[in-house]
C-alpha cells in the first residue's frame, strides 16, 4: 500500500536536494509534483488541490533553519498536512449501552463480514461478551460465512435464516444479547453490489429502530474514488459515525483513505490489510502519514506484536533463554507467534526504511513452511537435543520434510547462530544484570 505515492513524494523532495532555502520557485516545483502523486494515488483532484495550496503557504512562511535541510523541512509540513487531512486525532470507536449495538454497512463484497469477525475478536480480546448478529435476509451463505468466522474466534452467531424482517432480527438479537449477558452485539447486514433504494431503506429502518451506539460503514479501498463516493451516498442517508477502510494490503492505491475524511467528514477508525482475523489495526492519521512518507510505522508493528504475543508464553521462552535451554521446539513456537501476527509483507513493511526496500521482493507467508517441515520431521529427543542431529540424521530431515540437505544445514546454522547470540546475551546480563530489562 502506498509505496508508489512513498516513492513519488520521495522524488519530489530529492528536486529540493542541495537547494540551501526554500524559494518560490523551488516550492512551486515540488508542490506540484506533490499534487500530481496524490492525483496519480487515487485522491480527489480537489482534495489534492486544498492540501497541496496548504503544504505551499506554510512551506513559503517558514524560515529554514540551519539545522534542516528545505527537504527536510517540506516533509515535516507535508507529514503535518496529511496528517490534518486524516483527521488530526485518533478517534475511537464508541461501545456503549446495555447491551451496546454496532452496525454495519456497506456494499457486498467490501469486506463487512470479515470486518464483523476481527472486531468480534477485538473486542472479545479486551474481555467482553460478544454477540455476532446475522442479518443478510437475502444471501443464506452471508449466514453461513458469518457462523463459519464465529466459530473459528469463539464468538456465538444469532441468526433467524426464516425471518426476512432485518428489524425484527436485530431487536431480537439484542434481547437475546440481554437475556444471555452479551454485552456488545454487532450487526451484520445485507450488502448489495451498488447502492440500492431498498438496502438504503433496510438499514435506515434498523438504524432507527435499535439505535446504535456506533454505526460504522466499511469500503474496500481498492475502488479508489469509488469508495469516497460510495461513502458520501452512505453517509447523506444514515449519517454514520465512522469509516472502516479494507484490503489496504492489496494494490490499493490509498487514495480513499487520504480522501475520505475530507468528502465526507466523518473519521475513519480501522483499517483492514489482510484476511486474517488479526488483521485489523486502529487507524491513526499520524502513523498513516509516516507511512505514507515512508518512514515506517514501528508504533503499530509494536502493538500488534504485543496484542498477538501471548504473556506467559514469552516469559517461559525468556527463562529457557536465560538457562541456555532454547530448543526446536521453542523455535517452533516463536514461529507460530509471528504468523499469527498476520502478512509478513505487511509487517516488515511498517519497518522504517524497509516498505521501499522490499518494494519488489516477493515475501510470502509460504516463507516459513520449509522450516517448519523440518522442525516437524524431527524426533521429540532431537527437537529438545538439537546437538544429536548428525549428517545422517540431517538426510533423513531432508527426505522426511521434501527439502534438501542444504536447507536443513541453513537452518541447523541459523539455529546454533542464534543461541550464540542469547548465550552472548545471557553473559553479559550476568556480568552487566541487563536482561531484565530485555525481557
Ligand atoms: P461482504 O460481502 O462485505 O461481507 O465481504 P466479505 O467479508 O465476504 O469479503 C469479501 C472478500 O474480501 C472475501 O474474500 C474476504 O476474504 C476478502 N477480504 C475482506 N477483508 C479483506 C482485507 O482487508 N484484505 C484482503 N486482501 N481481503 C479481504
Known amino acids: 500500500m502506498f509505496d508508489n505515492l512513498s516513492t513519488k513524494l520521495d522524488k519530489a523532495f530529492k528536486t529540493l536536494k542541495g537547494q540551501g532555502s526554500i524559494t518560490e520557485i523551488n516550492v512551486a516545483t515540488t508542490v506540484k509534483e506533490i499534487r500530481r502523486a496524490l492525483v496519480d494515488a487515487d485522491v480527489n483532484y480537489k482534495v489534492a488541490k486544498e492540501v497541496t495550496d496548504k503544504i505551499k503557504e506554510e512551506a513559503m512562511g517558514r524560515d529554514v533553519l540551519i539545522s ?21 486525532e485518533k478517534q475511537d470507536i464508541v461501545i456503549k449501552g446495555e447491551p451496546a449495538v454496532v452496525l454495519l454497512s456497506g456494499l457486498q463484497g467490501s469486506g463487512k463480514t470479515t470486518f464483523a469477525g476481527k472486531l468480534a475478536s477485538f473486542i472479545k480480546k479486551q474481555n467482553r461478551t460478544v454477540l455476532l448478529v446475522a442479518c443478510d435476509v437475502y444471501r443464506p451463505a452471508a449466514i453461513d460465512q458469518l457462523k463459519v468466522l464465529g466459530e473459528q474466534i469463539g464468538v456465538e452467531v444469532f441468526s433467524e435464516p426464516e425471518n426476512k424482517n432485518p428489524v425484527e432480527i436485530s431487536q ?34 434498523v438504524k432507527k429502530a435499535i439505535n446504535p451506539s456506533e454505526t460504522l460503514f466499511v469500503v474496500d479501498s481498492m475502488t479508489g474514488q469509488d469508495a469516497v463516493n460510495t461513502a458520501k451516498t452512505f453517509n447523506d442517508r444514515l449519517n454514520f459515525d465512522g469509516v472502516v477502510l479494507t484490503k489496504l494490503d492489496g494494490d490499493s492505491r490509498g487514495g480513499a483513505a487520504l480522501s475520505i475524511r475530507a468528502v465526507v467528514e466523518k473519521p475513519i477508525k480501522f483499517i483492514s490489510t489482510g484476511e486474517k482475523m488479526e488483521a485489523l489495526d486502529m487507524f491513526y492519521p499520524d502513523r498513516m502519514a509516516q507511512r505514507i512518507l515512508g518512514m515506517g510505522d514501528v508504533i503499530s508493528l509494536v502493538e500488534r506484536a504485543q496484542q498477538q504475543f501471548d504473556e506467559e508464553e514469552a516469559k517461559r521462552i525468556n527463562q529457557k533463554i536465560r538457562k541456555n535451554q532454547f530448543n526446536f521446539d521453542d523455535f517452533l513456537s516463536q514461529l507460530e507467534q509471528i504468523k499469527k501476527m498476520g502478512n509478513l509483507k505487511d509487517l516488515v513493511g511498517m ?3 524497509m516498505s521501499k526496500a522490499i518494494k519488489d521482493v516477493d515475501i510470502d507467508d509460504d516463507a516459513f513452511k520449509p522450516i517448519e517441515a523440518i522442525i516437524k520431521s524431527m524426533t521429540k529427543q532431537e527437537r529438545a537435543q538439537p546437538e544429536l542431529l548428525n549428517s545422517s540424521r540431517r538426510r533423513r530431515l531432508a527426505k522426511g520434510s521434501g527439502t534438501d540437505i542444504q536447507q536443513v544445514n541453513n537452518l541447523m546454522k541459523q539455529f546454533e547462530d542464534m543461541r550464540k547470540v542469547m548465550r552472548t546475551m545471557n553473559k553479559m546480563s550476568t556480568t552487566k544484570g541487563g536482561m531484565q530489562q530485555m525481557a
Not at 68 to 88: F, R
Open 68 to 88: 534542516v535541510s528545505p527537504g527536510q523541512l517540506l516533509t515535516k509540513i507535508v507529514y503535518d498536512e496529511l496528517t490534518q487531512l486524516m483527521g488530526g
Open 172 to 205: 431480537h438479537a439484542i434481547e437475546y444479547a440481554r437475556k444471555n449477558n452479551k454485552k456488545v452485539v454487532i450487526i451484520d447486514t445485507a450488502g448489495r453490489l451498488a447502492v440500492d433504494e431498498q438496502m438504503m431503506r433496510e438499514i435506515e429502518a
Open 351 to 353: 519497518i522504517p526504511g
